[in-house]
Every structure is written in C-alpha cells, then in structure tokens.
C-alpha cells in the first residue's frame, strides 16, 4: 500500500512515489480511455499520427502560453498535445517498460474471471397481456411516499409508490422471519408498524443486529474462494442464532465486556461500518439499504399509516445529527407565503411546486450572534470596515454574495483573498482596494478591541504580501492601481513621516536609524562576532541571495520586495504605464519608505535603469503647465509637473550616503533643480500654494542634506542673495503667528529648514582652514587627500547678525503658549545655529578671539540669562518629566498592529501633545539651548557661573532624579528614534554640571544626582553616540568630583557601618587574613585606595573599549561637525545599546573570553598581559566603589551575574587570585553579595546575561579548583555558593558524583564562611541519587569533617533526616532510607554513627556545627529497633543454617 501525497511535499516528493510505483510493477488504480471527440472524428491511433517524444523526456506543452511565466491572470485552459503518447524516464529499462506498457491481446485477455452468480437473486418480471411491459406515467401513480433520509426527487418518490402499490399484501419473504413478532395491539395505535420494530431499541440497541439478514463487518472476500460470500452469510447466520439464544441481560453484559477489551478506534470503526458510514465499501451500504427498503415494504404491506416513517429513521441518529436534521426540516417547511416569485397554474411543468428546490429564493434569516467561545469569523465591508456579528444589513448593499454564514453581512479575508484572483477584472479590483482598506483601518488601530490576533501579521502569513507583488504585474491599469494602493497602506504609514520631517530640524535629527528590522531569529550572531562589519555584512547579503523571497519576507518586507525586483517594476509603472495622479503619489511614497530602508537599499534604487531619470524628468521639471495653478484645477495627469513628494524621495535617498547624494547632484542633474525650486519664492511657482511651499521645504531639506556632506556648497555663492531675503523675510512671520492655519506651519517648516541648511553649511565653512592644512601638508601625502570645499568663512559669517535679532523677536512671544508651539521649531533653528556658528568661530585663524568672547558675553547678558528668568521657562523645565519617554515607557509602546517585518515608529494617529515629540514637547528647544549653553561655556570658561541657575531648576532635577531610576522601555524601532533626542539633552545637561563641578563651590549637593545620571546614560547609548559615551568615560564617570564620598568621609562611613553588622564581612575578613600573610585592610582602606586610583581605572576602561573605535570615528565627525568625514546620514543599525549593562566588569569579561577562546582553538596562552594584575585589580576597584557609593546603578545587573563576572578571576591566568590585591578586593566584593538581600535575590537557575550555561561555567570552576586551589578558602567559598538548596541538584551532583576529589581541598573553616548554612540544609533532600552519593561519600571517608567541615554538616543533615523520615513516599525511597538506616547502624566508625544517629539541629557556635542528641527520642528510638530487628529476623534463618 502506498502512500498518498500530503500537502507540502514537493515535485521531488511526486517523483519519487511514482519511482516507488513503477518499481513495484503494481497495476493502477484507473484506467484513462480517450473516446473519440465527434467534432474531430475519430481518435488518432496510428504511431505515424502519434506526436513524438523529443529526447524521451516527460515534456508538458501548453497552447497559447509563452516560454516566459505570465501574470496571474486566468490562463487559457491547458492542452497536452501527448497526452495520447507514454511517458517514459531516462533510467527505465527498456525490457521493463515493454513488459510494463505493452498491450497485447494476451495482456487483456489472460485474466478473465467469470462472476459467481449462485447466490443472486433472480427476480421474474411480472407477465401481462401485453407484447411488451406497459408504458406508465408519473403523473398516474397517486400515492407518494415521503422519504426522511436524504432528499429524493418527484420521479423517484413516484417509482418508491409504485413499487410500494405492485407488493401484494401478503406475509413476508423468508428473508425477514427472523424479525420478531408485532403485537397486535401496536398495529391498532398511532405510528408505524416500524416504531413498534424498534421499540425495544429504543432504551438498549443490542437489537438492531436482526434488521439485516447480511452481514455488514464480515464479507468473506479476504477468503479468496467463489463461495466466499455463502461462507460469510453462513457465519453471519450462526452469530443470529447464537445471539437469539441469549437473553437481553446476557447481550448486555457481553458488550459490556467486549467494549472494555477492544480499542476505541476499531469500536468507532465497526460502527461506521454497521451505519453504513464507512465510505470505503459502497456496496455494503447498498445492501443496508436494500434490506431497509424491504424492510419498509413489508411494513407497509400491513396496511399501517406512513406519516412515522421518517420519524423511525431519524432515531438511530447522534444528536448532533438529530439538531441538524431538525434544521433542515424547518429549512424545509416553506409555503408559497415565503417565495418571492408566487407559482402559477398555467406555468408549464410547474403543477407540482419542488419547495426544496427553490429554498434558495426565499429571504436569509436574521444573523444572530453564536453564544459560543469559539470567536467568529471576521467579515469587512467594501470600506474596510468590521461589521458586526449581528448586524443586520439589507441585501441591496451587496455583502452577501458569499456561501458561508450566507445570512451575514461582509465578507472574510479568505474570501476576499479568493475574489482577487478572479476572471473579472471589476471583482480583482474590488478585493484589492478593499484589503487595502482593511490594512489601513488595521494600522491604524480600529480593530485592535474587537479582534483576536493581528490582522496584518494574518495577511502576511498567508500571502498578502506576495499576492500584492503578482497584482502589480497585472496589465490591467485598475488593478495596477489597486494594488498599489494596498501596498503604500502596507508599508508607508503618514504619522511616520510627518513626525520625522517634524524632527528634520532638531539638533542632529537629519540622522536617523535605518528602518532594518531587528531579526533576532535570523541573525546567527555567535558564528559572526568575530566578522568585521564589511565581511558580516557581505556575508549577510550572500546568505539573503541564496533563500527564497517568501523567507527573506518572512522576516524583512522591504528587503523581500528588493529581491522580487520591485523597482524596475515601479519604473515600468511610471514610465510606460502613466497611471492617474494617485498611483504616482503612491509609488512615490513607496519608494520613500524603501530608501529608508538602509543604504543597500538606496543603492539598488540608484542602480534601477531609467528609476530616477523618469522620476527627475517626469516629476521634477524645470517648467510645466501653467494651468496646474489655477484654482479648482483637476489634475488628470502628474507626469510633467514638479511634485514635492518626488523631491523628498530624492531627499531621502541622499540621506543614504555621501556617494548616493553626489550621484543625485551630478548624474541626474539635482542642481539646476535645487537652484529651480530655492530661488524662486513658492507663491511665484505655477503649482497650488500649499504644493509650491511643501516643495520648496523640500529643496531647502535636499540641498541642507547635501551640505552635511560638504556638498553644493557652491549653490551658497551663487543664491546668497536669494538666502539674504528669506532672512529678512522670517520676522514677518510674528506678524501672521494669530492665523494657526496649515499654511502658516508649513511656512515655519520651510524658514526652519532654510536655517538647518544654513547650520551645515557654516559647519562646511568652518572646515575649510583645516582642509587646506591638510592638503598642503607632507605628512598627509600617504593618505586620502579631501579638496576644501568651496565657500569659506568669510562667506558665511555675515549672516549671523540676521539669525540673532531674529532670535531676539521670537524670544518675546515665548509667554504666548498657542503662538510659541508653532514658532518653537524655528526657534531652535535659531540655537543650534548660533551653537554651531561660535564653535567653528572660535577655530578660525582669520577671527579675533577677544572679538568672539565679547559677543558671547553680550549674547549671554541680552539674550539667554534674560531667556532663563522668564517664567515660561520654569513651566518650561517642568514639562520635561511629563514629555519624557524615560519617565513614561508606555510611550515608547508599539502599535496595536505591528509587525516586526514592517519598521514602524508606532505614530499612527498622531502622538499626544504631552510625549516627547508631541506639539507640547519642551525637549527640541531644551536642547538646542543646553547644546548653545555648552558651546559658549566651553570657548568661554568665565561665564560658567553664568549658567549655574540651570542646573537649579526644580524641573529639571525632578526629571533627572527619576529618570536614571527608571527601567528604560525596550530597545524597538519606535522608542530608539525617540530616546536619542532625549539621551542629547541629558549629555549636555551632564557636560554642564561637569563644567560647574570645577567652579561652583556649592556643586557637590547635585554631584551624587549627576553621576548616577551619567552611569545610567552610558549603559543606555544608542549607536550612532558612540561620541558621547566616549566623552562619559573620559569626563564624567570616573571624575572624582561626582564622587564626593572619597573626601567627604565615605571610607570611614564604610568601616563604620561594618563595625555594626558583624557578619559576613568580618568572616570573610578572617577568611583571608588566614590566606593572606599580611593582615587584611579594612573596606574603607580599599575604598580610599581605589578613590586615589580613578585616572588608572579611567584608562583601564578607555583601553578595553577600543574595538568601538572605527564607530566612534564616524560618530565624532557628525557631532563635531567635521562634515567632510561623514558617510551616511542614516546611524547604525539598532540592535541595543553601545555598551552592555554589565560594562563594569568588562575588562574582567575580556580577559576570560582571552583566554577561553585560545583554549578553544586548542592552543595555550601563556602570554597574559604584563599588567594582568593591575588591570584585574582595577576593574575590581571600580566595581567595589559603584557596590559601595552607587550600588543603585548596578541594580539591572542580577547577583548570579555578578557572581558569575568574579568567577572569571579564578579561571584566568592561573594563580592569579592569590595575589595579594586581587584577594582582598575579590573578598570585599564577596562580602557585599552575601549579604542577606543580596543572598535571597541570588538565582542561579534563570538565564544570565551574556552566559550560556552557568552549570557549564561551574564544572570549569571545579576543574580549576582541582587544578590550582591549593585548598584557598576564598576560592573554597565561590565554589560552595552554588550548592544551596534552592538551586539546582545538578550542581550538587557534580560535586558528590563528578568531582569527589575537591571534597578533600575545600576547607573552608564553619566560623569564616559567610553563608548560613540552613540555606544548605532546609528543606531536606528529596533526590535518592544525591543523597546515596552523601551516605556514600560519608561512609567511604572522602566527606570528612576536618577535610571540608561545611559539605559534612550538610551531608549528615539530609541524610540523618533521610534515614528517620516516616513521610509517605515510593517503595525504591522507602527500601533505600531503610537500608541506609540498617547500614548506619552496623557501621564500624563510630563517631560516623553517632553523627548520623544523634544528629540533632545545627549550630554555628558548636565546633561540629551541628548538636547531638544524648539519646533518640523515643519515636526515632522506636522506628530504629524496628527496622533493624526486622532486619535480623529476616537474616535469623540465614544464620542458622
């Protein structure tokens, strides 16, 4: 028997069952037989007419398809042009197919069989007068005959009442004597005569067996005889008898017994094949039916009334099937009442009305709700909207034309996904635009309350997306155009956009993360860490090349896109195709989100033929129709008219890299558009208002993108005048700041991006003295030589004097709330341009610094320290906390309908004026102040004290003090993009109370508050600020003015508050005097040493985070404004922050991996670093001062990681733990993590952090401590942590099982070791193997209390309370506690027996650390006799004998 193919197998799957098949030389299944075609004439069956097989290959031909795969669209129906021919296989032999396919007669006629006939019945027709039978119509017979299974038609109702009439009321045939007898007195009442049949089967059905005279399992035909069928019938015969005999109790009570002997599944088989169910045996059935039939015939013979019938029929029936054919039967019961259409007499053939047939045309039924858990099925309007389970919705609206649930209203994704592949262009349309509306309504959140699951990540799983790429290939416009709308709902989302082009202007908002999904699942990061990012990346795309485009999609639609070469697509699309105005500005917004995507992407889009030509031409031309301006004028075409949506797609595309953005300006001609579209004031371009302003924002945003690569800077030259007057025009804007309309913000959107170009161009000019340095140097010959850029400083210094009164202006409306949130983003325009002019001023040769540090003073005491007294700012300050996305994580959530294949920045629907890019924010122009603040204090040190009140602001300290105490939200698309711009205004907050730190003599209050601060910021920077931590690091982590604790007494605090708690720090303390031969230094000497040491641990730290220094080499060059050194607008993908969370302990974790990867490639390390000893006491320093001075901020790390990170002193370098510093900080630090908190947060079984397996890094400690303890008890006491209770068998069965041999060395003393030993010993012991490798460690002498005291109080515990328990348990722990109690018993060691027999409860005071019974009490006394004299009784005869 062979298998049937299953979904999902392949063709290979086919061909090799049909290898299977031939193989076996079974005959098939079916036989095809082409008849002759009367159309065509006879069938062609000559070899001369037969067409010919080329090269004997299996080869399908189709008429009218091409060599080329189509688009879906219905195809002509196929038509094998060899259907008539063999098909034969390569490796077939030819003696094989001869004997398989030859057809000679012999082949046909050598396995005739001739049909066993004996036991049919022959029934006689009935003999007439007449030559032939006569000839009846239906209309003649009168009596019908209604059936209850199944539904039969007028004639065969007509033929079963004929048949019925013609049966002579006689007894009945010998087949049914075996029926038993009817009373009488049934006959006389209502009902059937087949009711009163069935009666006694109502209550017990042991007597349906007598109904058929044949047997319905047994059919005799596995005998292979032809008296197969009498064999079966003579057996089926006997079981009658047999079961006649018995009575019911007897029948009852065998299938009582036979249904508990067989399987349920051969019981459910049986019955089906008792009921006819079984489909595999059509024939039986029919002789069921037959049997009924007569059985009916007879019944009807008695002259009983036949309306119960169908009722006796029904009771054989489940109950399910009972409701159901209850439906049906009131679906049935109509009358004319309920058709539409009234039947009339004179209608032809219509004398009787077949009501079942036109069930259909009578109204649906009211849609109610299923009170059901199951959910329903979801259906959608042609709007997209869910409609209601039980609403009820005419029929004219057409949302019933389904078959499912027909009286519901909508249709499902399924159908609407089968409706999309239809014939008619109109219905693929349809489905089209509506699943399209179904993922707009889906994205924004409408259906997040009423369904269950996402409707986007069900459309994706099935198809949606793939689906969308074979609609565009589609020829028809309309569904071209269809599902290009469904694609941009897909993949754009409009909220995005509008907030990142609402953040373009903020300080370093031109950057932003590419929209590259964190496919964790995908990335096999272990196998790539030790990759460059060039070859992790080429070795990415390799891998993406060679899967599939649904498994790329899988996990990245953009890039599953890409790689069905979605942009030539496109291109044909713009270029050929031309469609309506809409579908362009989809495709545009299309293309935006792709080059969003990553610089790759950007790339292909680039490298697509003719892709930006047609978009440059078609979209950005230089004139066009005048008419497109008049009012109320309809676009019938966008081809040939500027558009701002192709502009930001230019824009976008530039921010992809340096090399893209040349290739924008040079090739494809940008420059005359930028010149086209900048100089030209918006109400001069031909195009509608709000267009001509969108576009030129967009311009000004390209060419702004451009100069932060140092290029176009020569347009500057040439349109200064054309910068001038829009500078002079930006304070008419105050005048027109009451009209709050949509053009007035779009008017404020294009003066701040005008002022953003301005900012990197005067970053571009300040440059250039030292382009030209460079260039004229020797030492740079050797490297890349970079041309200055074509404008100077000269140029660009004469506007500053426009930006600054400005400034002034804007400032005076800051107490108008509405007016200031429209104008606040010009406003810190205004900032970060005057922050980047003073700083590159103050590089430049050519300007006098006494001129620069004047104008700063004055821009101090006019502008800002008036700005920081208003009150606006105070309300200001205090807007921080609400606004932040620290403080409110829930900010930072996803969309109800994300994907994790689709980036989104989860704005859809607009963010809440109160969020951190909300219109209410304080965080943009904060910013931009702080950034303004640092710049002036850094050129100017006299006026830090200016600046002190900043930091004193109320609101700001709140918002400091509960932001580093806050978890951060988790690192997603969404909350990265918006905590980069939150993590700025910390930094330059921190850079300010840095500057303080040396001048303010008040400052050490807020230097607590500001480190901690600093720690949290360096643990959560992004990618991309990889400048900022590196200025962390190096200003504010380790400078000792945040640790105001090292002058202010804290050593002395930390001796103190270890006189008062006396506990495992004072143990520990012994511990390691007895190690050491010096005495051990208190904690505050460690402190106070370590305070001295931060210059040391500041570089130990700076040395070990080297390897991010190509990324903190690009980082450097956008925040410093070194614009020529900048590659790509878009930062690093996210995939967390720079550093982990346990970056304290990273010269510790460095080391280890050192050393483990070299033992990994099979090679020894005997070159450790020369200052291995300083290094590892220095990050033991630092760790020891955060534990001490800032234990808060090492709160995220758990204590089993911490543990973990010390373990690595001991599996690093040999002997390196005994060296004196290493040892005293190890046992400080050990001291703080066993304490009594630190022990109950302590949990070994939950994964770490960074580390695999912690049973794995514990065997590693236990082979070191075999190899290289020398018996150390502050090693000793790392390697009895992990043996409490609570944690893991495992790790004790490596110690009693494994590693027996450290039982000898690990002497640590009970008064030293710092863990109560109830943790070791409560609960008792519940594993049998642990606790017979304690009885036998203890009883062959390895566990001895002098070798290691702890481990033998521990052992004697659980087995002394093993040996006595009387607990319920399983017969093996029974007979093992038992045993072992006889075999303590007979022990020979006394001292052994006493400890194990007396053991009573602990005690650390006691030298044994335990107390003894004098006696046993008597319940223990009582169950030790009994089992050892049961003992020696069981062994008396033994001896005896």
Known sequence: MFSRPKPGESEADLIHFQNQFLASRASPAVKIVKKADKRKGEERSTDAERPHLQD??????????????????????????IK?????????????????????????????????????????????????????????????????????????????????????????????????????????????????????????????????????????????????????????????????????????????????????SLVAFLKSRRSGNYTGNVGQKNEIKMEQNRLEEFVESLSVPQHGVGAS??????????????????????????????????????????????????????????????????????????????????THLGLHHHGEEAERAGYSLQELFHLSRSQLIQQRTLALQVLGRIVQKARAGEFASSLKGSVLRLLLDAGFLFLLRFSLDDAVDNVMAASVGALRALLVSSDDEKYLDWTFSWYQGMATFPFVPSNEEEEEEEEEEELSGTERSQNKKRKDENKPDADVARYDVVKGLLKTQIQHRLRYIL?????????????????????????????????????????????LPTRWDPHVAEPGCLLTSLHGVACA???????????????????????????????????????????????????STEAFRLWAVAAGYGQACDLYRDLYPVLVRILQSLPELLSTSHEKSPMFELSVQRAAAVVTLLVHVTQTAGCTVELHAKLSSNSSEDSEQIPPPPVTWNQVSGLQPFLETSLKK?????????????????????????????????????????????????????????????????SMWDLLRPCSALCNPLSCSPAPESVFSIVSLSCTGGKPPLSLVGSKSPFPFLTALLFLISSITRIHKGLISKYSSVLSFEGLKDYLHQSWQTAPPSVTPASAWMLRHEYHLQYFALVLARKMAGTCADYNRHASLHHCVAMALLSRLLPGSEHLAYEILLDLAFNPEFLPEGKTGGPEAADFSDILHLSASAKLSQTVSVAASSSMPTRGALLRESYQNLPA?????????????????????????????????????????????????????????????????????????????????????????????????????????????????????????????????????????????????????????????????????????????????????????????????????????????????????????PVPLERYTSPPEDNLNLLRHYFRTLVTGALRSTWCPVLYVVAVAHVNSFIFSQDSTTQEADAARKSMLRKTWLLVDETLKKHLLYYKLLNAESPLGFELYEQLPPIRLKYLQMVTQKENKENAPVLVS
């Not at 189709?62 to 080329?68: R, V, Y």
């Not at 009373?183 to 009163?196: F, H, I, M, Q």
């Not at 990553?598 to 047609?614: M, N, V």
């Not at 918006?682 to 709000?690: A, F, H, I, N, S």
Request: proline fraction near 7%.
């Open 56 to 81: 004997s290959k299996d080869v399908v031909m189709l008429d009218d398809f091409p060599d080329i795969l189509p688009a879906l669209t219905p195809g002509p129906p196929k038509k094998s042009k």
């Open 84 to 264: 008539s021919a063999c098909v034969h296989f390569d490796d077939e032999d030819p003696e094989e197919r001869l004997e398989n396919y030859d057809q000679h007669i012999t082949a046909v006629f050598s396995k005739i069989i001739e049909r066993d006939t004996s036991a049919e019945a022959v029934t006689m027709p009935v003999s007439t007068g007449d030559p032939f039978p006569r000839i009846f119509h239906r209309s003649e017979i009168k009596s019908e005959v209604k059936v209850g299974s199944g539904r039969k038609s007028i004639f065969a109702q007509k033929m079963a009442a004929r048949r019925a009439a013609e049966k002579p009321a006689t007894a009945p045939s010998a087949e049914c004597t075996q029926i038993r007898p009817i009373p009488l007195d049934v006959l006389d009442t209502e009902g059937s005569a087949k009711e009163a049949l069935y009666s006694g089967n109502r209550e017990n059905k042991v007597d349906d067996i007598f109904i058929s005279q044949r047997p319905c399992i047994i059919t005799g035909k596995g005998l292979g005889s032809q008296r197969s069928e009498q064999e079966a019938q003579a057996i089926h015969k006997e079981n009658l008898e047999k079961l006649q005999s018995m009575s019911q109790e007897e029948i009852l009570k065998e299938q009582e017994r036979l249904l508990a002997q067989l399987d349920p």
């Open 313 to 394: 029929l029904s009771i054989q029936e489940s109950d399910l099937e009972e409701s159901e054919r209850r439906d049906e039967n009131m679906k049935m019961e109509i009358t004319d009442d309920d058709l539409p259409v009234k039947p009339r007499k004179e209608w032809i053939h219509m004398d009787n009305v077949e009501f079942e047939k036109l069930e259909w045309m009578k109204d649906l039924p009211s849609p109610r709700q299923k009170k059901t858990k199951k959910g329903m099925q979801a259906r959608f309007s042609l709007k997209g909207d869910l409609i209601p389970a039980d609403a009820d919705l005419p």
């Open 575 to 619: 270029e050929v195709v031309r469609p309506v105005p809409a579908v362009v500005l989809d495709i545009l917004h299309i293309l935006t989100c792709i080059a969003r995507h990553s610089s790759e992407a950007c790339i292909q889009l680039l490298d697509c033929p003719r892709l930006i030509d047609t978009i440059v031409r078609e979209f």
């Open 645 to 695: 949506a192709a502009m930001k797609f230019i824009r976008v595309l530039a921010s992809g890299g340096r090399n893209a953005a040349a290739r924008l300006l040079n090739k494809f001609e940008m420059k005359s558009r930028l010149i086209r579209f900048t100089a030209e004031d918006p109400q001069d371009l031909l195009l509608p208002r709000e267009e001509a302003i969108r576009l």
């Open 810 to 874: 804007f400032l005076q409306v800051i107490s108008r709330t509405e007016t200031w949130q429209i104008l606040q983003p010009l406003t810190t325009t205004y900032m970060i341009y005057l922050g980047v002019y003073y700083s590159a001023c103050s590089q430049q040769p050519s300007v006098n610094p006494i001129d620069c540090l004047e104008e700063l003073e004055r821009l101090t005491s006019e502008v800002l320290q008036p700005l920081l007294s208003q009150p606006a700012m105070h």
């Open 1097 to 1313: 641990i500041r570089s130990c730290y700076l040395s070990h985070f080297v390897h991010l220094q190509p990324a903190l080499v690009h980082s450097q060059a956008s925040y410093q404004g070194r614009n020529y050194l900048i590659q790509s607008m878009l930062l690093p993908e996210v995939r967390g922050p720079i550093l982990p969370s346990d970056w304290p302990f990273f010269p510790l974790i460095s080391l280890y991996n050192k050393v483990t990867n070299a033992e990994t490639c099979g090679a020894v390390l005997n070159s450790l670093p020369l200052d291995l000893v300083n290094t590892v006491t220095w990050n033991l320093q630092w760790v020891l001062l955060l534990e001490t001075w800032r234990p808060k901020t090492l709160q995220s790390i758990p204590t089993a990681a911490k543990l973990a990170r010390l373990m690595c002193i001991f599996l690093t370098g040999g002997d390196l733990f005994l060296e004196a510093p290493i040892h005293c900080y190890t046992a400080a630090l050990l001291s703080m993590y066993c304490q009594p908190k630190a022990l109950d947060s302590l949990n070994l079984d939950a994964p770490l952090p960074g580390l695999a397996s912690f049973h794995d890094l514990y065997i590693s400690l236990l082979e070191q401590f075999e190899g290289v303890s020398f018996g150390d008890p502050l090693f000793g006491v790392f390697v009895l942590l992990p043996l409490q209770k609570r944690f893991s068998v495992h790790l004790r069965l490596s110690v009693f099982g494994e590693h027996t041999s450290i039982l000898r060395a690990l002497g640590v003393p009970l008064q030293q070791f």
